[in-house]
């Protein structure tokens, strides 16, 4: 039965990067013979030639294009194993594979990504999606940690840690229009008043409805959108307020862009960090976890729920 030889490969992917067999033999400290051995052994188990022999030097063949794709490939994989397993930085560079979802503040994201960002042996990439799915990938082991305004409660079956980072407070937001509404008492004055709401999903949403609903008062819903960027946009088109964390429209409440009419004392946005528990974790996401939780502004109260280092064991 034919298989793969871990060191066959890597003595393909010198030759490839030389195409010469004494140049690779010599980085290799191996003789021109026994490398040509090696080779030969490799071509035998991949049932085709790698190489065209001819008077100037190697050419790979249409095959030995393929195979050298896969050969750097489980090459790369290969020492990244043994960077994580020495806990070393991989491959000279740190890589942060982050999954947030997609009802998340970008400013937020920002925020808590910039030291990684300004950082020249840092790679970080990202994933977007609803939190089920991007904590069947922190399961996977696919991503090192998610950043949500969701809790996500931890059991037998997922042992993860989950940190709140930072509490911001909810407001109505809407263009310099309607400053000569902002006399609006909330939430008495709010009836067949336009807004634009996260999803029903969203838990500030639910305390929204629930503050009208005590009130008596129904608003006029323009929209609904359980994306934080769709609500900046639309509350720039000054049709309506919108219900967002002042954070999210920032930029736009510096330049005077938007205005935050009325702030809700009673509702609260939460973010936080889910990180999984692993043997090895990735160095970098406790660092940012720390610098997140260490701020002036960090809610007081950790709600770390495994009392233990961000994704340590």
Same mark, same amino acid.
């Given at each position: 039965?034919?298989?793969?030889?871990?060191?066959?490969?890597?003595?393909?992917?010198?030759?490839?990067?030389?195409?010469?067999?004494?140049?690779?033999?010599?980085?290799?400290?191996?003789?021109?013979?026994?490398?040509?051995?090696?080779?030969?052994?490799?071509?035998?188990?991949?049932?085709?030639?790698?190489?065209?022999?001819?008077?100037?030097?190697?050419?790979?063949?249409?095959?030995?294009?393929?195979?050298?794709?896969?050969?750097?490939?489980?090459?790369?994989?290969?020492?990244?194993?043994?960077?994580?397993?020495?806990?070393?930085?991989?491959?000279?560079?740190? =890589?942060?594979?982050?999954?947030?979802?997609?009802?998340?503040?970008?400013?937020?994201?920002?925020?808590?990504?910039?030291?990684?960002?300004?950082?020249? *042996?840092?790679?970080?990439?990202?994933?977007?999606?609803?939190?089920?799915?991007?904590?069947?990938?922190?399961?996977?082991?696919?991503? *090192?940690?998610?950043?949500?305004?969701? *809790?996500?409660?931890?059991?037998?079956?997922?042992?993860?840690?989950?940190?709140?980072?930072?509490?911001?407070?909810?407001?109505?937001?809407?263009?310099?229009?309607?400053?000569?509404?902002?006399?609006?008492?909330?939430?008495?004055?709010?009836?067949?008043?336009?807004?634009?709401?996260?999803?029903?999903?969203?838990?500030?949403?639910?305390?929204?409805?629930?503050?009208?609903?005590?009130?008596?008062?129904?608003?006029?819903?323009?929209?609904?959108?359980?994306?934080?960027?769709?609500?900046?946009?639309?509350?720039?088109?000054?049709?309506?307020?919108?219900?967002?964390?002042?954070?999210?429209?920032?930029?736009? =409440?510096?330049?005077?862009?938007?205005?935050?009419?009325?702030?809700?004392?009673?509702?609260?946005?939460?973010?936080?960090?889910?990180?999984?528990?692993?043997?090895?974790?990735?160095?970098?996401?406790?660092?940012?976890?720390?610098?997140?939780?260490?701020?002036?502004?960090?809610?007081?109260?950790?709600?770390?729920?495994?009392?233990?280092?961000?994704? =340590?064991?």
């Amino acid at each position: 039965m034919s298989f793969l030889n871990y060191h066959h490969l890597r003595y393909f992917r010198v030759i490839a990067r030389e195409l010469s067999l004494a140049r690779a033999a010599e980085k290799l400290n191996l003789s021109p013979p026994a490398l040509s051995i090696q080779l030969r052994q490799l071509e035998q188990n991949l049932g085709h030639d790698l190489f065209q022999r001819t008077r100037r030097g190697l050419i790979l063949t249409e095959a030995g294009k393929v195979a050298l794709d896969y050969a750097e490939t489980i090459g790369r994989a290969g020492e990244e194993l043994m960077d994580v397993m020495q806990h070393r930085p991989r491959g000279g560079r740190q =890589i942060l594979r982050l999954g947030a979802v997609a009802t998340l503040s970008r400013n937020f994201q920002l925020e808590f990504l910039r030291p990684a960002l300004h950082r020249p *042996d840092v790679e970080v990439i990202g994933r977007s999606g609803n939190l089920r799915d991007l904590l069947l990938l922190l399961q996977a082991h696919q991503i *090192d940690l998610v950043l949500s305004n969701q *809790d996500a409660r931890p059991n037998d079956a997922t042992p993860w840690h989950c940190h709140l980072l930072a509490e911001e407070p909810v407001s109505l937001v809407g263009t310099v229009a309607w400053k000569k509404r902002a006399k609006l008492k909330f939430p008495d004055d709010f009836q067949d008043i336009p807004v634009i709401l996260p999803s029903l999903e969203s838990n500030t949403r639910a305390g929204f409805d629930q503050i009208l609903a005590s009130a008596g008062v129904r608003p006029r819903i323009l929209a609904e959108f359980d994306d934080m960027a769709m609500l900046r946009l639309l509350a720039r088109e000054g049709e309506g307020l919108a219900l967002v964390p002042p954070v999210v429209v920032r930029d736009e =409440i510096q330049r005077g862009e938007l205005i935050e009419t009325h702030r809700i004392p009673e509702l609260r946005e939460t973010f936080h960090a889910i990180t999984p528990s692993r043997r090895f974790p990735n160095p970098l996401v406790g660092e940012l976890v720390e610098r997140m939780t260490q701020r002036p502004s960090a809610p007081t109260r950790s709600k770390t729920r495994s009392g233990s280092k961000p994704g =340590i064991a």
